[in-house]
């Protein structure tokens, strides 16, 4: 074969290799911008510009067309991309990571029509693999679970095409084959096949090494905590619209799980932050934290530093368990009285009231435990009526901005009937629950004064709305008052024995000062409309089970976690290997006791016992020579009939025949034919007879002779005769 015929042979598969190449590469792309892009992390406009590119060049590959960009425009675009770096750091984003991702995008773009070389397809699969390390970084959703096994499986493909191809550009022999158009689809599904499996390998034994390497730290993914709109909204100064904000959000903010059986706490409330000065505008947080010392078995003791007096009050303890998800906040939500926090945090404070705050910069807010009192107030009780006590910081929680002044006339109009301070807090809560509607649209013009507008005009909102209505009108009767943020209890998912928190489940409520009793809490906001559940709600509750499977276990991995996993698995290897040696046990027991008893019953009746022992024996004898008897006896009725089965018939009766002549001393061989066999017998009249006798069985056999079979026992019979 000349040089020029064994290259064109050696590169017949160049084209289709090619071609799926491009594919991949383009799909290795498409699956890394996708990891990035369902992070939230990159700005809509980069996510639109990239977007149209990667369609582009996607129609490009499916229409098996190539567009390369000049190499002289090619330069010009990617200095331009540093330019705009430079310009993207210091002007537009101001944040190095941010300027950085948006530098290798753009140039992603340009080298995605301008790859003509080897390097250029390197490259681009090495910045697909930065933006799946990028978008790790950025999420902790699960959601990366389904985008990187698409990257791995599209990679696996990707770099076993460019092993072909650089093996198909150095092959200096190949055999000449003919053209086949079902080549290239073939190749196909054996690359899919084989990406497919290499894939589910690679993630199997990562699964393994993630699982059993030892961790020494907690979670690194967990640290990753960027602030967004809920952080704001539970931050030390929070403007009047905020929460509503939140509300409007459907994505999940935590789960709690809560202990033992818990039937009254649907209306469980998670407090987040408490504010108390207020200027017409925006709540805040002036209080001053201080700092819980660690105990030495890592947990934290909280206790109220308001002043607060629950000797009237019935307590009711509360242990639970909360994962938040990356939100960027520091502030931990607990139930109503907290007692105390367990997880792992180096430093924690609590303000004057009782908010607690992760002061660890290296361990943001995730999973922690606590335990809580939940008062519940003796309304009867005679001794609140009239009842006083000095409160610490009473001028904080009776400031007052300028009012409305049809504000305090109706606080006064609406509890001018009430005998001490908790029936009038009753009534103001009572009066905004049943007067007032409920609404998260908020207004497009933030009025000069919300609150009159919120009493007088609009009257509805939502509930931080409500919540501050009530507490300036309890201030405005002397009561002492602030207002809280958090969350309701949320959604209950039977699957994981949680509730789900949502965003739409933030709230705000009321804290009055009632002597005697400290703190209590005060709903104002009338209840929303309830959405009607669905099969869709159902499915949903399936997706947080596994996003909650995929935090607890992937993302929150830690020294506990193996260690808990070592235990449980050892704990149920020897459940395991205890039921097995039981089973065994129980088995051999029983096999000793039916043997005990089949001694006792042939002790009994011996003769009985072992006539049918004989019985048994020998059907079982008839049995395994079933099979043999049968064909005997078949043989014999077909030898018996010879007519009826003449091909049958004359191969019984030539095996006859050549064992009656080996033992008068002429075996026949199995290489010889009936011809030979014949030539070696000695004997004149033997040799005749055994000549007729082949004679019929040829004809018997091969000719289906009937006539000729049923002549075949005759012959037999003179060849048995003796001279």
């Known amino acids: 074969m000349s040089d020029g015929s064994t290259q064109a042979a050696a590169g017949s598969l160049a084209p289709q290799i090619q071609r799926y190449l491009e594919a991949a590469v383009y799909l290795l792309i498409l699956t890394g911008f996708g990891a990035l892009a369902s992070t939230g992390g990159v700005d809509i406009i980069t996510v639109t510009a990239v977007g149209t590119a990667l369609a582009l060049r996607g129609l490009l590959v499916a229409r098996r067309k190539s ?29 190095f990571l941010t300027a950085t991702v948006h530098l290798l995008l753009f140039v992603m773009m340009i080298r995605l029509f301008s790859a003509r070389r ?17 978008a790790a970084v950025m999420t902790v959703d699960s959601s990366f679970l389904l985008t990187f096994g698409a990257f791995v499986l599209t990679s696996v493909a990707t770099f076993v095409l460019m092993e072909m191809r650089h093996s198909n550009a150095k092959a200096s022999n190949s055999a000449r084959n003919k053209p086949d158009l079902g080549r290239g689809r073939r190749m196909g599904y054996a690359l899919s096949s084989t ?31 960027p602030g967004n709109l809920v952080s704001t909204g539970f931050s030390d100064n929070v403007q009047l619209g905020r929460i509503g ?115 660890d910069s290296e361990h943001p807010v995730g999973r922690y435990e606590a335990s809580s009192v939940l008062p519940q107030p003796d309304k009867q009780n005679p001794e609140v009526a009239g009842a006083e006590m000095p409160l610490p910081a009473e001028a904080l929680y009776l400031q007052l901005p300028p009012l ?36 998260l649209q908020l207004p497009r013009v933030t009025p000069r004064d919300p609150l009159a507008n919120f009493l007088f005009e609009r009257k509805e909102g939502h509930c931080e709305y409500f919540a501050s209505a009530m507490a300036v009108m309890l201030r405005t009767l002397r009561i002492p008052s602030r207002v809280v943020n958090g969350f309701r209890l949320g959604e209950y998912n039977d699957l994981t024995s949680q509730y789900v928190v949502r965003g739409s489940d933030a709230h705000s409520w009321v804290e009055a000062y009632l ?59 020897q459940e395991a290997f205890e039921r097995v040696q039981d089973w065994g046990a129980s088995q051999y027991d029983a096999l000793l006791e039916r043997a005990r008893r089949a001694h006792a019953a042939l002790s009994a009746a011996p003769k009985k016992w072992s006539a049918l022992c004989f019985i048994l024996l020998l059907l079982a004898l008839l049995l395994i020579n079933a099979r043999p008897l049968w064909t005997i006896y078949w043989n014999r009725r077909m030898a018996a009939n010879p007519r009826n089965f003449p ?25 010889q034919t009936p011809q030979e066999f014949i030539s070696t017998i000695d004997d004149p009249l033997l040799q005749t007879h055994v000549a007729r006798f082949i004679h019929t069985y040829q004809a018997a056999r091969f000719g289906n002779s009937r006539e000729d079979a049923s002549r075949l026992p005759e012959l037999y019979r003179q060849i048995l005769r003796p001279r």
């Open 245 to 359: 904000q939140i509300q409007q959000s459907s994505s999940t903010i935590m789960h709690v799980q809560l202990d033992g059986e818990q039937k009254d706490v649907l209306d469980l409330k998670l407090r987040g932050v408490t504010l108390s000065r207020f200027n017409g505008k925006s709540w805040s947080n002036p209080q001053q934290k201080f700092v819980v010392p660690r105990r030495p078995d890592g947990s934290f003791a909280l206790s109220r530093k308001s002043g607060a007096n629950t000797r009237n009050a019935v307590l009711r303890p509360l242990h639970y368990r909360v994962w938040v998800e990356p939100i960027g906040t520091n502030v931990f939500f607990l139930a109503a009285t907290p007692s105390l926090l367990q997880g792992d945090y180096r430093a924690v404070a609590i303000d004057d009231g009782s908010a607690v705050f992760d002061l």
């Open 67 to 95: 567009w390369i960009l000049p190499e002289r425009w090619t330069s010009i675009l990617t200095i331009a991309c540093v330019a705009f770096f430079v310009l993207d750091y210091f002007l537009l984003s101001g944040a």
């Open 515 to 573: 002597p005697g009793y400290g703190w209590v809490s005060f709903d104002p906001t009338p209840p929303g409309a309830s959405l009607p559940t669905s099969r869709w709600a159902r499915a949903m509750l399936y997706l947080d089970a596994l996003s909650s499977t995929w935090r607890e276990w992937i993302v929150n991995y830690d020294l506990g976690h193996q260690v808990a996993l070592g235990r449980g698995a050892a704990h149920t290897g």
């Open 647 to 671: 091909q049958q018939s004359a191969v019984i009766w030539f095996e006859r025949m050549t064992r009656v002549v080996a033992q008068r001393g002429w075996e026949k061989a199995l290489e």
């Open 195 to 225: 990406a497919i499996l290499l894939a589910v390998f690679m993630l199997l034994c990562a699964s393994l090494f993630f699982f059993l390497l030892p961790r020494a730290s907690a979670g690194y993914l967990s640290s990753y905590s």
């Open 118 to 134: 080897d390097r250029d397809q390197y490259f681009l699969a090495v910045v697909a693999f930065l933006m799946v390390l990028a």
């Open 404 to 439: 409305d002044a049809r504000i305090p006339q109706l606080a006064s109009q609406i509890t001018k009937s009430a005998p001490n301070d908790y029936d009038r807090a009753r009534a103001l809560e009572a009066y905004l629950r049943t007067q007032f509607g409920y609404t």
